[in-house]
């Protein structure tokens, strides 16, 4: 497996559906990967440009819909299930993305915040939560302060390349396309935890 230039792994990941893939790139050597993802308590994301494409449509009665990936859904659920706190920090307040929130259960739900930073400070003092013990993802210039303020970056494929050369890891999908999903299983897998979780789904 080729390395990048700082000693991680640059895994090719774009089998099975295309779209959106790309190339994964980690900075992490494989070795901090794992010390970081085990010491993770949450995972925070970006909705709009992460969880959905970062297309938003208006309707003509009003409101707006977006596009959510089912298997970003299950992977919130799977890391959840491992244990892993799962929350958004998004700049709109949109009707659709709470209601997704409600539908995966969410541990924690910040909308309407523009002010990244700020916002990620007060979630992690309402819940008592160590910076250096969360994973984020983001894909545009306002999550900077999320991505730098956190333990373990990630960023989709397609996000600009101002936070792509901040992250810790770019995936090889994009947006709204399960890079949610990629996030999640590279750290249940960096935790030793995907195994498991595999087998349990075949113990049904």
């Given at each position: 497996?080729?390395?990048?230039?700082?000693?991680?792994?640059?895994?090719?990941?774009?089998?099975?559906?295309?779209?959106?893939?790309?190339?994964?790139?980690?900075r992490l050597?494989?070795?901090?990967?794992?010390?970081?993802?085990?010491?993770?308590?949450?995972?925070?994301?970006?909705?709009?440009?992460?969880?959905?494409?970062?297309l938003v449509?208006?309707?003509?009665?009003?409101?707006?819909?977006?596009?959510?990936?089912?298997?970003?859904?299950?992977?919130?659920?799977?890391?959840?299930?491992?244990?892993?706190?799962?929350?958004?920090?998004?700049?709109?307040?949109?009707?659709?993305?709470?209601?997704?929130?409600?539908?995966?259960?969410?541990?924690?739900?910040?909308?309407?915040?523009?002010?990244?930073?700020?916002?990620?400070?007060?979630?992690?003092?309402?819940?008592?939560?160590?910076?250096?013990?969360?994973?984020?993802?983001?894909?545009d210039l306002?999550?900077?302060?999320?991505?730098?303020?956190?333990?373990?970056?990630?960023?989709?494929?397609?996000?600009?390349?101002?936070?792509?050369?901040?992250?810790?890891?770019?995936?090889?999908?994009?947006?709204?396309?399960?890079?949610?999903?990629?996030?999640?299983?590279?750290?249940?897998?960096?935790?030793?935890?995907?195994?498991?979780?595999?087998?349990?789904?075949?113990?049904?």
């Open positions: 497996m080729p390395l990048d230039d700082h000693g991680g792994a640059e895994a090719d990941r774009t089998s099975g559906d295309a779209a959106g893939a790309a190339t994964q790139l980690c050597a494989a070795d901090e990967l794992e010390r970081r993802a085990r010491a993770i308590d949450w995972l925070v994301l970006d909705v709009d440009g992460v969880l959905t494409t970062g449509s208006y309707l003509s009665q009003g409101g707006e819909m977006l596009t959510f990936d089912i298997q970003d859904g299950q992977g919130i659920k799977l890391a959840q299930r491992a244990g892993i706190k799962v929350g958004v920090l998004s700049g709109r307040g949109s009707g659709a993305s709470r209601l997704r929130a409600e539908d995966l259960e969410l541990d924690a739900v910040v909308l309407g915040r523009s002010d990244k930073g700020r916002a990620f400070a007060e979630l992690c003092a309402r819940h008592d939560i160590d910076p250096s013990r969360v994973a984020a993802a983001g894909d306002q999550d900077l302060p999320l991505l730098l303020g956190c333990g373990l970056s990630f960023a989709p494929a397609d996000a600009v390349s101002e936070v792509r050369e901040a992250v810790d890891c770019v995936l090889s999908r994009a947006g709204g396309r399960r890079a949610v999903r990629e996030l999640i299983e590279l750290l249940l897998k960096a935790r030793g935890a995907w195994e498991e979780i595999v087998a349990s789904f075949r113990r049904q």
